[in-house]
């Protein structure tokens, strides 16, 4: 389907099927007047990653009291409880250290810019790359601590990119969760929001919610049958805030977004990244905005399950490897190209009968120390998914591919490497991220290349406050978004290790405004 076409049908569509589909919302709820309230907050916080869990401790460190985070799942974090936690920032110290001293906020704005297509709300995107560097304090702050050596990753000019010490998401969020409780906030699992509830003046007062609320981990459909738990009403005194994530594994809506994908498409998110809590608050009266706009991470195998145990590692394969097309021997497309880009070309590459052939990332000995965390290239290699070999030649027969055009590709590269140019003129890849490294090193190492869906762009729309934005184009009062539930931020294709910093960024904003809320 195309873009405009979408746009013109689509989004109609997806508010008719909001209102009709969620199972908790068939129910008709009393106004706002006639609620008898079960329990008061003085903010309920949807979801429980890094964007609610920032929105939390932002709101009790500006004096709430009553702060509850509620949560579908019967665990906490969501997707940055099982990401890599990689984060994006100009100006750190580890940047500075590794020699990168000519990065900025003006110049992350400009890549951030630049791989939105410009579709970027201006004032959105300008607050994320902007309030970067504070977002790094305030976990380093918090007890996180990263890996020193940065790295780059697709559509970035600099290398600017993060990775913690403990290479999961978890490792950040459980410190921030801790300090979340200490500090008088509560969380309440297997909790799912059915509905916001607003006054006769607009102005969100509270949530409809289920407690006891199980969910099916083998059914993709639980926003439309799953009706368990017990209806509850909570009141929020000051404001309601969703960070309750993305929707790529909502197979529903994202195959009428694309056909392309089914039911068994394969992606990397937890299961509970569906789109009930966008639907939510589409029947609150907030506007959708990209939704159209589905991003795949090109940093997946076809040797993996889901995200699988070579992700972290893959980007470090390219940034001082090269992919080859096991067919001819010769390198296939840009490395670096941002994630739509890199994604297209990885589905180009196909067999005579239609299906996809898969391109070798090769890299020789000289990668493995600069790789942030030994870790992330151990479990791959343990898991099969990155093989090593002694000799070039042992890759080249085990994966078929041609050994004199690969060695001759492979010397091509270099010798590029050699005259110090900036970019490859075959595909237009930067080359200084390489860092001078000449392939030829042995042991070898090969690494099968796909893509799998992994994030959206689009979700509700809001101002540079969190304030989620109503159909009459003003804020509906009470109401704030923050993280992937969002659009706006990203354009048309977000730069890997902006969604962490997306979640950081404003979910502090939203704990400021409702906090700071009459």
């Given amino acids: 389907m195309q873009k405009r076409e979408f746009l013109k049908g689509g989004l109609a569509a997806l508010g008719g099927f909001g209102f009709m589909s969620a199972a908790g919302a068939a129910e008709k709820h009393p106004e706002a ?280 590692v893959c980007d470090y394969i390219k940034q001082y490897g090269a992919a080859f097309d096991p067919k001819t021997g010769k390198r296939c497309f840009n490395e670096l190209g941002n994630r739509t880009e890199l994604t297209n070309d990885i589905f180009s590459l196909r067999n005579e009968d239609g299906s996809q052939r898969f391109a070798v990332l090769i890299a020789d000995s000289q990668f493995v120390p600069k790789v942030s965390i030994a870790r992330y290239l151990n479990k791959s290699l343990k898991s099969g998914t990155t093989k090593k070999f002694e000799t070039l030649e042992a890759l080249a027969e085990y994966y078929g591919i041609p050994l004199e055009p690969l060695k001759a590709e492979i010397a091509k590269y270099n010798g590029w490497i050699k005259e110090g140019r900036e970019f490859d003129p075959e595909f237009h890849r930067p080359l200084t991220p390489n860092e001078g490294v000449l392939m030829g090193k042995g042991p070898w190492y090969g690494h099968r290349l796909t893509s799998k869906l992994h994030y959206t762009m689009g979700g509700i729309k809001i101002n540079e406050k969190a304030e989620v934005i109503g159909q009459d184009f003003n804020p509906i009062p009470g109401l704030y978004a923050a993280g992937e539930i969002t659009g706006g931020v990203h354009g048309v294709t977000r730069l890997g290790g902006n969604s962490v910093l997306d979640g950081i960024v404003f979910g502090r904003i939203a704990g400021r405004s409702v906090a700071q809320a009459e």
């Fill in 33 to 312: 007047k006639e609620i008898k309230w079960d329990e008061t907050w003085d903010t309920i916080i949807v979801g429980s990653g890094i964007a609610a869990t920032c929105a939390g401790n932002e709101a009790l460190d500006l004096g709430l009291k009553k702060v509850i985070m509620v949560e579908k799942m019967p665990v906490f974090g969501g997707n940055s409880a099982i990401t890599g936690f990689w984060i994006n920032v100009p100006g750190t110290p580890e940047q500075i250290a590794h020699g990168v001293k000519d990065d900025s906020p003006e110049l992350f704005l400009k890549d951030t810019l630049k791989a939105g297509e410009y579709f970027n709300d201006p004032k959105l995107a300008h607050a994320l790359c902007f309030e970067a560097l504070d977002a790094y304090n305030y976990l380093i702050k918090n007890g996180c601590r990263f890996a020193k050596t940065p790295f780059i990753q697709g559509g970035h000019s600099k290398i600017r990119s993060l990775a913690p010490e403990v290479s999961a998401g978890i490792s950040v969020l459980i410190p921030l969760h801790r300090k979340f409780l200490e500090k008088g906030g509560v969380m309440r699992k297997n909790t799912i929001v059915d509905e916001v509830i607003k006054d006769e003046n607009g102005r969100a007062v509270g949530v409809a919610v289920r407690e006891n609320y199980v969910f099916d981990i083998n059914s993709r459909d639980n926003d439309l049958t799953n009706k368990t738990g017990v209806r509850k009403y909570y009141r929020a005194a000051k404001g309601v805030i969703f960070g309750a994530g993305g929707f790529v594994n909502d197979w529903r809506l994202c195959s009428m977004i694309d056909p392309k994908i089914t039911k068994d498409t394969e992606g990397t998110n937890h299961p509970g990244a569906t789109a009930g809590a966008l639907f939510t608050l589409i029947r609150a009266g907030g506007i959708p905005v990209h939704i159209d706009y589905i991003q795949w991470g090109p940093w997946c195998s076809p040797d993996d399950k889901g995200i699988g145990m070579g992700a972290d």
